[in-house]
């Protein structure tokens, strides 16, 4: 389970966020564990303040721009992997060609993804979350993970599932594995530190609003970015 994999979804959310304008019913009626939720939100919103934060901006801070680039493709390189089998078990052909060839590319001509030498290729964004609703799988309710943060009870088991093929997850290392979540995650973390003030800025209720925003931007990859239009309750 990969903490990048969590901040990068919630870096599209700041986009794809401030542009919902009322709360969804839908979301509202997927949310039977609210109460659980709230406390877990809390608790990871305390960490991310006592710790992440801290830590990604000293990160930002003192790491050279061309450093902080050759990382950040390392990471979207082994997240490519995921994403390639994704695609083929979604039976996207096409699209697993061209993601397959930036992981072979990356990986032997970028120096094991240190400089992305695709960066004509189009990078998409699978999961087995996604896999499981292009097949016809609910989302479920959602749930908020300690840590790990927004997600549903399909979203969860598809993260489960994609530790089978990320590589971090089958590095046999335990310090090497971890070491290797904990520079993802505060990588993906340090991307956020100039979005997340228009966040903070738009917000009431934090918990509701990423509640809201994740189950809309979920929604939306499970469709490539063409969902079927959600009916609001004033609507005609």
Same mark, same amino acid.
């Given at each position: ?162 530790? #089978? ?48 925003? #994740? ?22």
């Amino acid at each position: 389970m990969s903490l990048m994999r969590i901040f990068m979804l919630l870096a599209s959310l700041l986009l794809t966020a401030c542009a919902t304008t009322k709360p969804s019913s839908d979301a509202q009626q997927k949310d039977p564990f609210e109460s659980f939720n709230r406390s877990v939100f809390k608790f990871n919103d305390t960490l991310d303040k006592a710790v992440l934060k801290p830590i990604a901006k000293g990160y930002s801070t003192v790491t050279p721009t061309p450093v902080k680039t050759m990382v950040s493709n390392f990471f979207s390189n082994l997240d490519d992997v995921v994403v390639t089998v994704n695609d083929i078990l979604q039976l996207k052909f096409k699209q697993a060609a061209s993601d397959g060839a930036r992981v072979i590319f990356n990986t032997t001509f970028g120096l094991f993804g240190l400089i992305n030498v695709t960066d004509r290729l189009e990078k998409h964004n699978e999961d087995f979350g996604q896999t499981l609703g292009y097949w016809g799988v609910p989302s479920g309710p959602y749930l908020v993970l300690p840590v790990l943060g927004p997600s549903s009870i399909r979203d969860s088991t598809g993260l489960y599932t994609d530790s #089978y093929v990320s590589v971090i997850s089958n590095t046999r290392d335990v310090p090497a594995r971890n070491s290797a979540w904990a520079a993802e995650g505060v990588d993906a973390r340090a991307k956020l530190l100039e979005q997340e003030k228009v966040l903070d800025e738009a917000m009431i209720d934090r918990y509701s609003f990423f509640r809201d925003a #994740y189950l809309m931007h979920r929604q939306s990859l499970v469709y490539d970015g063409n969902p079927p239009r959600q009916k609001f309750d004033d609507d005609e």
